[in-house]
């Protein structure tokens, strides 16, 4: 099946400082990326829609120029933290749509996670 | 409105079928999905189902859908200790291009004991 690396694992940072969490399918092209939130014991909140070549989707309420999201090849995106917080400490999860078959079915791969956390 | 509501645990015993409950609100989801994840870790999709079926079987899983009530279940058949883990049903909302906007519900955790 398809695979999606996220880098790093898992960040610690100072409050501050900007954190960057790459994420890369690696066996199959990515136009549309997804970047998602989510704390413990609950769900994945989407933050925003990344698209290659141009410019990112957030959803109502998350700061665009907070989370930049910059995807320029079909493998890689990558979301960074500006001036982190704590309350900015989460699991960051992105997924990778893959359109495959006749009917061009959608599928979104996950990646592992990335946990932050903000001191 | 974009809601989609699970029961937030279930208990079973290893070897029994578990089953899994989810309610979502937009009728044009064209798939809707399972996804499982590990303490720690991202999510696996498990199975999925399209719109128009009303039952999908792989294996273990059985996922029915009754799309009047919006209503979608996955059953685990001889649920093992491996199987623990949260469970996270999804509908689909379209984006342009072809792709679509997850939205989750927020996750079942299901205990296998002995």
């Known amino acids: 099946g398809a695979v999606v690396s996220q880098h790093p694992s898992r960040v610690i940072c100072k409050s501050g400082t900007s954190v960057k969490i790459e994420c890369r399918s690696l066996?199959?092209?990515?136009?549309?990326m997804f970047w998602y939130r989510q704390f413990p014991k609950q769900s994945l909140m989407l933050m925003a829609t990344s698209n290659e070549g141009s410019k990112a989707t957030y959803e109502q309420g998350v700061e665009k120029d907070k989370f930049l999201i910059n995807h320029a090849s079909l493998t890689l995106s990558t979301l960074t933290v500006t001036s982190a917080h704590p309350e900015d400490s989460s699991f960051y999860i992105c997924s990778a749509s893959q359109l495959r078959g006749a009917l061009s079915q959608e599928t979104q791969y996950f990646g592992p996670g990335t946990r932050l956390l903000v001191l | 409105g974009e809601d989609v509501e699970q029961s937030l645990f279930l208990s079973v015993r290893e070897g029994d079928s578990s089953v899994i409950n989810c309610t979502y609100t937009?009728?044009?989801?064209?798939?809707l999905y399972w996804y499982k994840q590990e303490p720690g870790a991202g999510l696996q999709l498990l199975t999925y189902?399209?719109?128009?079926?009303d039952m999908k079987q792989d294996q273990r899983l059985t996922v029915l859908l009754n799309k009047k009530d919006k209503h979608l279940s996955l059953r685990i058949a001889d649920t093992q200790t491996g199987d623990s883990a949260i469970y996270f049903c999804a509908e689909t909302l379209p984006l342009s291009g072809g792709y679509n906007k997850l939205i989750f519900g927020a996750g079942t955790r299901l205990a296998v004991h002995p």
């Open positions: 937009d009728s044009s989801s064209t798939y």
């Open positions: 066996d199959f092209q990515a136009t549309t």
């Open positions: 189902i399209f719109s128009n079926m």
